[in-house]
């Protein structure tokens, strides 16, 4: 017995020896898991450790396709980052974790392509596993290696291709296709960058690797428009984004839908583009696209950069931030801090916080030394010289540029390098380093001249530095063969530009040329009015021309010039002969209307004024600093509009107080001269710039104690394009009333609307008396396609109906309509100013817009875009009546349907019956003055007739 005794108790203590081995084997392993899995997400890693991938699986339902992407990537960088004697210990369990997040990647996200590729890789030894995944890495890395040219890196992509070849590794020999198009790319030969791109996008395919075959189509597609391939790059977006949405990729269905915001916004269709920006994050989101929402925050901030309305991009910025602190964790998060910083610097830029601006870029330019993202520094760094010159520190940009350009060759980015050497020539000049400027331009000359598509704002401000150089050398020929070619220039762009806001935004831009212009003809007072009308004419050839194959009709005017880029084509006249002949035809004009006309123009640093009565032309700096001026009109615009506080007899002496010191400033000091009396004369105003916000014909013109306004003495009115001419086509044609649009909850929501104007029928019914033909379309009938299927053949257009700015694109002003029946889409609801620039007016009489702000341009962007009433206008109608702000329904029926009768029962014109129905409401109503309600409505002319 003891004997057996003994056995059973070294048979019981091996078998304890053998279950604590076990739980030591079991343990060390656990220790093991536990070490690979730091730097993935807590849960993500306690499922992991936990074998039960019913619970692993659940995640992925719940978390979506990304942080399983995230930790397949996590797996693949330790494999490469261990230490060969770490590799070998780890190599099973990291294949045993690896392999159960492919597992997930394949039964939940059809993603069989990592299952079989880490059977692929584990078919190699551990020595030859880890070198084929070190070349696969040197292949996403080798394109970006600033210290080799790219010829080098072409070689050495050639090289690992081949060797991925050798190994049989599919994946690899696409990636190294991939890469080799980037490069080619760089060196601008579009055929071998076609050939490798579409040889990657069907290995890809083939493999089922959909992230990497959705980037390659997106890529190829953009290829195609840059071309002009539309329909090409229609069908590479299409395919890569059903195949996000089939393959659960939240990055990439939101990728294309950004990618159609752009194409969108290229065609002026900016309400559709800016909807699709806003559904790009959205859908970021509840496809559990998690960090990826950063991204598509940051694609909105930029795209709302470009129309510099900082205060959506503020919004957008802090809610990015929230974002970054809840996934800082994840590897991608540099990048998002990168962006971040970077929108935050250039908002401040923008907002004149230069040295707050600084610091961000400072801190930006270390973080992005070691970024992979090519150009990404570059392109900060051109941010950062622009907004310096914006502010005025031109010499402190110059380092910058020159930082800029000594990096960007690296990656030979033309298009960035081009930009800062645009910079550069304007700094010198500035700076009065002539030689260096004219370096800068040879060098922009030989590099342009190779690049594929070229911006409109670098060629014409080419032209403009070229003429700021001969002036400063005193070879006024050769500056104004300049401005010529700068004018010839941006008209080859606007000719195959899509009509657009944007198009008109990217005209301004330019203004550096019309500055140029004013300066060369500054001492003649007759051909700088005659250089003002001619810079005015450029927006009524937007569209007119054909892009040739090369040339797309795209927002940013990528196009290049046309051939007779070098000639300039004017009336066929040299630039003087051009002004003089515009500014002696629009005198012509005014003096047959005996009329005065005050023309303004506002530059960066001062308002000029050019005045045309019956005694000549003449020509007069504005007193008054332009800032200060500046801030005056807005203050004065939100009493009279009531966008402040209160209307007190304090609040009313205080704008009576700025309207007596804007007509000192404004107006000419002999304009009382030309008043008449009993029959007030028409006094035409054109205005520019932040003076398109405000009612000149409010002006106090009485220096005593009574309230006297401009309009007392004058017919006011705003003309549009001076010394154009117009033939007005006799039209028998009924007019189209539109009255009380029924747009449906869903626009009454979004833009507030919460009621019909409950006195526009009123309106509506005074124009209709007037005409007994009036085709009234009212409710459910005001719908877009009734409109447009008769507009253009109307003799009038009335819209007594709401009017709807968009809160973060304040360039977006639409008119919204009646739904279709069966519901189309957004834009069938609305008329926005693409569709209305677009269409012909030339028979039109008149537009009224008797809507909140018809006529006001958005003053909450450092850039003042076109109105609505100007799409009319420039379409081709006489005379558009519209609203400097939002009007009180029951005021506007005073004033409109006074307006209406007048027209109807005297033989007067617009302008007076309009004039007249203003001073009636001001003698009858005393309240009236303080109230400004009579001063909301304005008319403007199109063209005087010839």
Request: proline residues 3%; hydrophobic residues 35%.
């Given at each position: 017995m003891p004997k057996l005794h003994n056995n059973m108790s070294r048979a019981a203590l091996l078998a304890i020896m053998l279950v604590m081995a076990v739980i030591a084997v079991h343990c060390s392993r656990h220790n093991e898991e536990i070490d690979l899995l730091s730097g993935l997400p807590p849960r993500l890693a306690e499922l992991l450790v936990v074998e039960d991938d019913r619970a692993l699986i659940l995640y992925a339902r719940e978390m979506g396709i990304e942080p399983l992407i995230d930790a397949k990537?996590?797996?693949?960088?330790?494999?490469?980052?261990?230490?060969?004697?770490?590799?070998?210990?780890?190599?099973d369990s990291l294949y045993a974790l690896h392999r159960r997040v492919c597992i997930v990647l394949a039964d939940e996200f059809e993603y069989d392509f990592y299952l079989h590729d880490l059977e692929f890789l584990y078919g190699f030894p551990p020595h030859e596993r880890r070198q084929l995944l070190m070349t696969r890495a040197k292949i996403w890395a080798t394109p970006f290696d600033k210290n080799r040219e790219v010829g080098a890196r072409i070689d050495s992509i050639l090289r690992y291709h081949c060797m991925m070849e050798e190994s049989g590794d599919r994946f690899g020999s696409g990636a190294a296709k991939m890469m080799l198009s980037s490069l080619y790319c760089?060196?601008?030969?579009?055929?071998?960058?076609?050939?490798?791109?579409?040889?990657?996008?069907?290995?890809?395919?083939?493999?089922?690797?959909?992230?990497?075959?959705?980037?390659?189509?997106?890529?190829?597609?953009?290829?195609?428009?840059?071309?002009?391939?539309?329909?090409?790059?229609?069908?590479?977006?299409?395919?890569?984004?059903?195949?996000?949405?089939?393959?659960?990729?939240?990055?990439?269905?939101?990728?294309?839908?950004?990618?159609?915001?752009?194409?969108?916004?290229?065609?002026?269709?900016?309400?559709?583009?800016?909807?699709?920006?806003?559904?790009?994050?959205?859908?970021?989101?509840?496809?559990?696209?998690?960090?990826?929402?950063?991204?598509?925050?940051?694609?909105?901030?930029?795209?709302y950069a470009n129309y510099s309305c900082w205060e959506t991009v503020e919004r957008l910025l802090s809610r990015a931030k929230i974002l970054e602190r809840v996934y800082d964790d994840s590897w991608l998060s540099p990048q998002f801090r990168v962006g971040n910083v970077s929108m935050e610097a250039r908002l401040n830029m923008a907002r004149g916080n230069v040295e707050k601006a600084n610091a961000l870029f400072k801190k930006l330019e270390k973080s992005t030394r070691t970024n992979p993202q090519p150009g990404d520094d570059t392109k900060n760094l051109y941010y950062w010289a622009r907004g310096l010159m914006e502010n005025g520190r031109a010499e402190d940009a110059v380092d910058i540029i020159d930082r800029g350009l000594s990096r960007v060759g690296a990656y030979s980015f033309n298009k960035v390098e081009v930009q800062l050497l645009t910079l550069k020539a304007a700094a010198e000049i500035e700076q009065g380093d002539i030689e260096s400027a004219k370096q800068a331009i040879e060098r922009f000359d030989d590099i342009s001249s190779r690049l594929h598509a070229p911006i409109m704002y670098d060629w014409v401000m080419r032209h403009v530095n070229g003429a700021k150089i001969a002036m400063s050398e005193g070879y006024t020929d050769e500056a104004v063969s300049s401005v010529e070619d700068g004018l010839?220039?941006?008209?080859?762009?606007?000719?195959?530009?899509?009509?657009?806001?944007?198009?008109?935004?990217?005209?301004?831009?330019?203004?550096?040329?019309?500055?140029?212009?004013?300066?060369?003809?500054?001492?003649?007072?007759?051909?700088?009015?005659?250089?003002?009308?001619?810079?005015?004419?450029?927006?009524?050839?937007?569209?007119?021309?054909?892009?040739?194959?090369?040339?797309?009709?795209?927002?940013?005017?990528?196009?290049?010039?046309?051939?007779?880029?070098?000639?300039?084509?004017?009336?066929?006249?040299?630039?003087?002969?051009?002004?003089?002949?515009?500014?002696?035809?629009?005198?012509?004009?005014?003096?047959?209307?005996?009329?005065?006309?005050?023309?303004?123009?506002?530059?960066?640093?001062?308002?000029?004024?050019?005045?045309?009565?019956?005694?000549?032309?003449?020509?007069?700096?504005?007193?008054?600093?332009?800032g200060e001026l500046h801030g005056l009109v807005i203050e004065t615009k939100e009493h009279m509009s009531g966008e402040m506080d209160g209307r007190g007899a304090a609040d009313a002496a205080d704008v009576r107080g700025n309207l007596s010191k804007l007509g000192a400033y404004l107006l000419p000091d002999n304009l009382s001269a030309y008043a008449g009396p009993g029959d007030p004369r028409t006094l035409f105003i054109?205005?520019?710039?932040?003076?398109?916000?405000?009612?000149?014909?409010?002006?106090?013109?009485?220096?005593?104690?009574?309230?006297?306004?401009?309009?007392?003495?004058?017919?006011?009115?705003?003309?549009?394009?001076?010394?154009?001419?117009?033939?007005?086509?006799?039209?028998?044609?009924?007019?189209?009333?539109?009255?009380?649009?029924?747009?449906?909850?869903?626009?009454r929501k979004r833009y507030s609307l919460g009621h019909e104007l409950e006195y526009v029928e009123e309106e509506g019914r005074a124009m209709a008396a007037l005409d007994n033909s009036a085709i009234v379309l009212q409710g459910a009938g005001a719908t877009k396609r009734q409109i447009k299927r008769r507009w253009e053949e109307a003799s009038y257009l009335y819209f007594a109906t709401h009017i709807v700015r968009d809160s973060e694109i304040p360039y977006l002003v639409r008119i919204p309509l009646a739904a279709p029946e069966g519901g189309v889409s957004q834009e069938s609801c609305f008329l926005d100013f693409t569709d209305i620039r677009s269409a012909d007016f030339s028979r039109c009489e008149v537009v009224v817009l008797s809507g909140c702000s018809s006529g006001a341009p958005s003053v909450a962007t450092t850039s003042i875009g076109p109105s609505l009433g100007d799409a009319f206008l420039d379409g081709g109608a006489a005379v558009v009546i519209d609203t400097f702000w939002d009007v009180k329904d029951e005021e506007a029926r005073k004033l409109m349907v006074r307006y209406v009768r007048e027209l109807g029962t005297t033989d007067h014109a617009h302008i007076r019956s309009l004039c007249n129905a203003r001073r009636t409401l001001l003698e009858e109503d005393p309240d009236s003055r303080r109230s400004f309600d009579w001063a909301s409505y304005a008319i403007h002319i199109g063209r005087l007739p010839e």
């Open positions: 990537k996590h797996f693949e960088d330790l494999s490469r980052s261990l230490s060969d004697r770490d590799y070998l210990r780890y190599t760089a060196l601008g030969d579009s055929e071998q960058v076609r050939k490798y791109l579409i040889d990657a996008i069907d290995i890809f395919e083939e493999l089922g690797m959909h992230r990497l075959t959705c980037q390659s189509l997106g890529t190829l597609g953009v290829i195609y428009e840059r071309e002009g391939k539309i329909d090409s790059m229609e069908m590479c977006f299409q395919a890569a984004r059903d195949l996000a949405k089939r393959a659960q990729l939240s990055d990439q269905i939101s990728r294309f839908t950004y990618f159609y915001a752009c194409r969108y916004a290229e065609m002026g269709r900016l309400a559709l583009a800016n909807d699709l920006v806003h559904e790009a994050i959205e859908l970021c989101k509840a496809n559990k696209g998690g960090y990826y929402e950063i991204r598509f925050i940051f694609h909105a901030m930029e795209f010839d220039c941006i008209r080859s762009f606007v000719e195959i530009m899509d009509i657009s806001v944007q198009g008109y935004l990217s005209i301004r831009e330019c203004s550096e040329l019309r500055n140029v212009m004013h300066e060369l003809t500054e001492h003649d007072p007759e051909l700088g009015y005659g250089a003002e009308l001619v810079w005015r004419s450029i927006p009524l050839v937007m569209g007119t021309g054909e892009a040739g194959p090369c040339m797309s009709r795209t927002l940013s005017s990528t196009a290049k010039p046309g051939s007779g880029m070098g000639m300039y084509s004017g009336s066929g006249g040299g630039f003087f002969d051009d002004c003089r002949e515009a500014a002696r035809r629009a005198i012509s004009q005014i003096h047959e209307s005996n009329a005065v006309h005050c023309m303004y123009v506002a530059d960066d640093d001062r308002v000029t004024r050019f005045m045309v009565s019956s005694d000549g032309i003449r020509r007069d700096v504005v007193p008054g600093i332009r054109t205005t520019d710039d932040f003076l398109d916000c405000i009612p000149f014909e409010t002006f106090d013109i009485d220096a005593g104690r009574e309230y006297v306004p401009l309009i007392e003495c004058f017919d006011v009115a705003y003309l549009h394009h001076p010394g154009s001419g117009s033939v007005l086509y006799e039209n028998s044609n009924p007019g189209i009333v539109i009255v009380n649009a029924d747009f449906g909850d869903a626009v």
